[in-house]
C-alpha cells in the first residue's frame, strides 16, 4: 500500500537491474528460510547407529519447532544455514558479541515420555571445545524420563517411577547366537532379520527378530546379552562416575530427574549427581568439602531446580552414547520434536536401492 497517497504519484517506473533482482530475491529468500527453520520446521539427518532400528543411519528428518515451542536464538549473530562452523574454511559461523537469555515462545505440549526429541549435546557446556547451547551438537534420542520422575534401568529395561516403561518396537540390543553344530548360520538370515553383526562378535537386533531367530532350524540358542547387577562398567564412565555408583549401561538407578521447583534435599552422595546440573546449567557455584556443601559462598543442605530436566537414551541400547553416561538434558537444550522421514538413502546399497522407499514420509513413533 502506498500510504503517501495524498501525493501525487511518480507514473515513471525505474526497472530493477537484474543483479538488483537477484539480491532482492535472495535475501527474501534466506529471511523467509532462517524464520521457517527457527519458528516452525528444520531437516536434520542421522549420523550414528544410536536409535536404531526406530532411526537408520542416513534418515533425513524433519523436526518440528512448534510442537515444544521455539526456542528463540541465544546467539543471533550467524551466518545463515551454518550451524556453528563454516564450511570448506572451517572457522567459527556465528559471533558472541551479542548474547540473549534462554525464551522459549509457547508451544502445543510438553516433552512426553516416548518422544523422539532433538537437542544440543550437554557435555559440551564445560568441555574445551565449549560453544553457547544453541551452537553446540545436535543429538537426537528417545525422551524416556520426564521432569520429576525416578528412573532406574533393571536387566535392560527401563523403569518409571516402579512401573517398566513400554519399550519402542524397534529398540535392539545385543545377542549371543549359538547354532546345534557350533557353527555359523545362514548369512541370507541376517539381512531378513535386520542383524547388525559387531566388531565384538555380539549380534544386535529387536526383541522381535531375536524372538524369530529362535524358531529356525539350526538355531540352538539366542541369548540377550545383559551386564549384572553391580558390574562396573569396563570401557567407559558412566554418570556420575563415582565409586558410590556401581552401574552399568544395563542396570543403573535410580535417580530422580530434577523438576523447575523441586527442592531436593543435599548430602555428601546425592550432590555428585546434583552438582553438574546446578553448577554449570544453572550457573551457581558449587563447592563440596567432605559432608559440607556451599552454593555460592553459601552452606546449603538443599536447592531448589530453575529449569526442568529430561532422561535422553538411544533405541540402540548397547550402542548408544546416552544419559547413562552424561546425565541430564536441561530444557534450553531442547531443539524439537521430531515427526517424519522425508528421505533415507542407504550408503551401502546397490545403485538402485540407495534410497529406501519404504521409509519415505514415515512418521516417527
Given at each position: 500500500m502506498n500510504w503517501r497517497f495524498w501525493k501525487k504519484r511518480n507514473t515513471k517506473k525505474t526497472k530493477k537491474s537484474a543483479a538488483r533482482e537477484w539480491t532482492d530475491a535472495i535475501i527474501f529468500a534466506v529471511i523467509a528460510a532462517t524464520l521457517i527453520r527457527t519458528l516452525f520446521i528444520e531437516a536434520y539427518t542421522i549420523p550414528t547407529p544410536s536409535m536404531e532400528r526406530s532411526l537408520l543411519v542416513g534418515d533425513f528428518l524433519f523436526v518440528s519447532k512448534v510442537n515444544y515451542g521455539p526456542r528463540?536464538?541465544?546467539?543471533?549473530?550467524?551466518?545463515p544455514f551454518a550451524h556453528h562452523t563454516m564450511p570448506v574454511i572451517g572457522t567459527k559461523a556465528y559471533s558472541e558479541l551479542i548474547k540473549l537469555p534462554y525464551y522459549r515462545l509457547p508451544g502445543f505440549?510438553?516433552?512426553?515420555?516416548?518422544?523422539?526429541?532433538?537437542?544440543?549435546?550437554?557435555?559440551?557446556?564445560?568441555?574445551?571445545?565449549?560453544?553457547?547451547?544453541d551452537k553446540r551438537e545436535n543429538y537426537i534420542k528417545r525422551c524416556q524420563g520426564e521432569p520429576g520422575d525416578t528412573l532406574s534401568v533393571i536387566d535392560a529395561q527401563v523403569f518409571i517411577n516402579g512401573k517398566a516403561a513400554e519399550n519402542p518396537p524397534e529398540a535392539q540390543t545385543d545377542y549371543v547366537v549359538t547354532t546345534d553344530d557350533g557353527g555359523p548360520f545362514n548369512p541370507k538370515i541376517i539381512d531378513e532379520l535386520?542383524?547388525?553383526?559387531?566388531?565384538?562378535?555380539?549380534?544386535?537386533m529387536t526383541a522381535a527378530s531375536a524372538k524369530k531367530l529362535r524358531g529356525y532350524t539350526g538355531i540352538k540358542s539366542v541369548s540377550e546379552v545383559i551386564a549384572p547387577k553391580g558390574l562396573v562398567e569396563p570401557y567407559y564412565t558412566l554418570f556420575p562416575d563415582d565409586n558410590n555408583f556401581p552401574w552399568n549401561a544395563d542396570n543403573y538407578g535410580p535417580v530422580i530427574i530434577p523438576k523447575k521447583g523441586w527442592t531436593v534435599k543435599l548430602d555428601s552422595t546425592n550432590i555428585l549427581i546434583y552438582q553438574r546440573a546446578i553448577a554449570v546449567y544453572e550457573n551457581n557455584q558449587v563447592q563440596v568439602t567432605g559432608n559440607q556443601?556451599?552454593?555460592?559462598?553459601?552452606?546449603?543442605?538443599?536447592?531448589?531446580?530453575?529449569?526442568?530436566?529430561?532422561?535422553?537414551?538411544?533405541?540402540?541400547r548397547h550402542d548408544s552414547a546416552d544419559s547413562r553416561y552424561w546425565g541430564f538434558v536441561p530444557e534450553d537444550h531442547i531443539v524439537g520434536k521430531a515427526l517424519f522421514i522425508w528421505m533415507s538413502w542407504d550408503t551401502n546399497g546397490s545403485f538402485f536401492n540407495k534410497i529406501r522407499w519404504s521409509r519415505l514420509f514415515q512418521g516417527i513413533d
Open positions: 528463540m536464538p541465544m546467539t543471533p549473530l550467524a551466518f505440549q510438553d516433552v512426553k515420555r516416548g518422544d523422539v526429541v532433538v537437542f544440543n549435546y550437554p557435555i559440551e557446556a564445560d568441555s574445551p571445545y565449549y560453544r553457547p547451547v535386520n542383524i547388525t553383526v559387531k566388531e565384538n562378535g555380539y549380534l544386535a556443601i556451599t552454593i555460592n559462598g553459601k552452606k546449603a543442605d538443599t536447592y531448589t531446580f530453575k529449569m526442568n530436566y529430561y532422561w535422553m537414551m538411544g533405541d540402540n
